[in-house]
Structure formats: structure tokens, C-alpha cells
């Protein structure tokens, strides 16, 4: 295409496409009423003109030297802009419906972490008696003096919120920039793993869960943050679905290309065809919905999509039902990470 800039809206003034500078947009394109013509413009001269469809009017702009020529020209590559429209407002439509289905969801996952702290710090401290005294500052510390326990909880549960809350900038930032910046280091899996899992230990105890990790000490190649938000919604999401009062076994395979971490537990039954679509966004498993369990189907595309960034992967290896009737199966996920040298 030669150096046509062209300006497309709806009927109703809605842009769809535009690479016209925004002065020019103002100066030049309001004034357009031919199919094409000359105009100088801060000295130079231009060739513009303007077509309209049944649903779209075309406005185009060139300083060319063949287009100055040659109206002909100017007109053949309007045309050919002019007969894309209708696909460029298809991709615009679902371009913007993406994004403000992440973005949505971004407020959302945001909004409700901001609630769960509220609710912890009124649960702890009510808010009406907050509203009765002057001394705000005296009435916390003699709740914190008389419920050092209770205390210490408000504040592990409070920081894994708000580890939460800096998880789901990460993802955004991670999955939704053109180039991602990721710092790919040699780092022991079993730490950076435990270093997410002293978050949920609260979540654990509380659903009676005995957390079973191999003593190991082995070496991948990745980037810590993303690979740490990976880790954060895989044990968010085991937590969720895992059987209470049972078992969660993590054991780890040092092979020659990759490190593999193996999640052994009890979990919500996971049918035959659904073992690779539980990786896909917006899927919840079928038994989780009967269940009442189902949630937004954003965990396991997270982990799925942040390992892939990281030339790794997540797959569930193995799936057993404990008996025909029951809700729970043998589940068993592995996550690869490469070694350096082997992630090319």
C-alpha cells in the first residue's frame, strides 16, 4: 500500500480505525466533501477524498507524489481500504471486547480482594465500634494486646490478600504486553514453590490438609515473578477443589532437559474429556459446577499461560475415581520447567 493515511467511522461518528495524526484529523478531515481533490496544508499539498458506504465513510489523506499525480491511484488504494471495513470493524469489535473482558475481570479480582480485607479488619475489629470512639489508634492496640492470636491471623490472611492483589497486576502486565520483560534465572523449584506456599498454610490448616513436600534441591531456568503467579493460583485453585481432611503430596523428577513437580492429592473428579480443557479460559469443571464449586475458569489457563511464557507446561498426568458415585478422584498434575540451555 503506498503512503495512504486514511480515517474510518461508523454512520454514527464511531471510529474504527484511524492513522491519521489527530490534528490532521481535526485540520484536514471535517473539511473533506469530494471523492478526491488537492489541498495544501501547512505548505504541502495533499490529495484527499472521502467515500462512503452503506455503513462507513472513508476518509483518506496522502502526500504521495504518485497519488498528487494521479487521482486514479489515490482512488484504486481508497478502495481497497474501503472493501476491508466490514472485517475491520469484526476484529475491532472482538479486540475491545477482549480487552475489556480482562480488564473487567482485572476490577473485579481487585474489588473483591479490597472486600475479603475490609471483611478481616471489621471481622477482627467491628466497624461500629471503630465509629464510637475518638481513639481509633488506643482501641486497635487494645484489641491487638487482648487477641495476639487472632491477631496474627488477620494479618497472614491480610498479606495474602495483598499478594493476591500484586498477583493479578503481574498476570496483566506478564500476559497482555507485546514483550513481556522476562528474567530467566537458575533457581531452586522446591523454594520458590514453598515461598508461595507459606500463604496458604492458613487455607491448609483450615481444611484439615496434610501437606507432604519432597526434600529436594533442584535447579530450573525461569523468571521468578511470572513463574511465582503461576504457582500462587495452582495452589489457590488445589485448595479450592482438594478433599478436606486429606492428603496433598508435592514431589519433584530432576530429568536431563527439565525439572518436573508433581501435585498428588484428592480432588474434585476431573472426567476423561474434560483432562486437556481445564487448561482452557473460562472452562469450569463439570463436577465443580454440580458441586456448586465452579469458579470464573481463570486458574489453570493462568498457570497454563504463564509456564507456557516461561518454555513450560502444566498437565493433568492422571485422574482415577475413587468409587463410581463419588465426587473425588485421584488427581495428578505435573508442571515442567526447563533447564537452561534446553528452553530454545
Known amino acids: 500500500m503506498e503512503d495512504l493515511k486514511y480515517h474510518i467511522i461508523t454512520k454514527s461518528d464511531n471510529v474504527i480505525v484511524s492513522n491519521i495524526d489527530k490534528t490532521q484529523v481535526k485540520d484536514i478531515i471535517g473539511y473533506i466533501e469530494k471523492e478526491n481533490e488537492l489541498i495544501k496544508y501547512e505548505g504541502i499539498q495533499f490529495r484527499v477524498g472521502k467515500l462512503i458506504n452503506d455503513k462507513f465513510i472513508i476518509y483518506g489523506v496522502s502526500s504521495d507524489k504518485k497519488m498528487i499525480r494521479s487521482s486514479r491511484s489515490f482512488k ?15 476484529i475491532k469489535t472482538q479486540v475491545e ?20 480485607n ?18 481509633t489508634k488506643k482501641l486497635i492496640l487494645e484489641k491487638v494486646k487482648e487477641n495476639p ?78 513463574v511465582q503467579v503461576a504457582f500462587f493460583h495452582m495452589i489457590d485453585n488445589t485448595i479450592k477443589y482438594i478433599k478436606s481432611d486429606s492428603q496433598l503430596t508435592i514431589r519433584f ?65 492422571k485422574s482415577l475415581p475413587l468409587d463410581k458415585d463419588s465426587n473425588y478422584s485421584n488427581n495428578i498434575f505435573k508442571i515442567s520447567i526447563k533447564k537452561e540451555g534446553y528452553y530454545r
Open 76 to 90: 484504486t488504494n481508497l478502495n481497497i481500504i474501503a472493501s476491508s471495513c466490514e472485517n475491520l470493524a469484526v
Open 97 to 116: 471486547g477482549q480487552v475489556y473482558k480482562e480488564v473487567n475481570m482485572l476490577i473485579h479480582n481487585l474489588t473483591t480482594l479490597n472486600a475479603h
Open 118 to 135: 475490609m471483611q478481616e479488619i471489621f471481622n477482627f475489629i467491628p466497624q461500629n465500634d471503630l465509629s464510637k470512639v475518638k481513639n
Open 149 to 226: 492470636t487472632d491477631t496474627t491471623l488477620v494479618l497472614m490472611k491480610l498479606l495474602k490478600n495483598n499478594i493476591s492483589t500484586k498477583t493479578e497486576f503481574s498476570v496483566f502486565s506478564k500476559l497482555y504486553e507485546d514483550n513481556p520483560e522476562l528474567d530467566f534465572q537458575n533457581m531452586d523449584v522446591k523454594r520458590v514453590l514453598m515461598n508461595t506456599i507459606y500463604n496458604f498454610f492458613i487455607d491448609l490448616t483450615d481444611k484439615k490438609i496434610e501437606l507432604d513436600i519432597e526434600e529436594v534441591s533442584y535447579k530450573a531456568n525461569f523468571d521468578y515473578e511470572s
Open 253 to 317: 523428577d530432576d530429568l536431563i532437559n527439565q525439572v518436573d513437580i508433581i501435585f498428588d492429592m484428592i480432588s474434585l473428579k476431573v472426567n476423561e474429556n474434560e483432562k486437556d480443557i481445564i487448561f482452557n479460559n473460562g472452562y469450569s469443571g463439570e463436577c465443580a459446577r454440580e458441586n456448586g464449586k465452579s469458579g470464573k475458569g481463570i486458574g489453570m489457563a493462568r498457570v497454563k499461560q504463564i509456564l507456557e511464557l516461561n518454555n513450560g507446561s502444566i498437565e493433568l498426568s
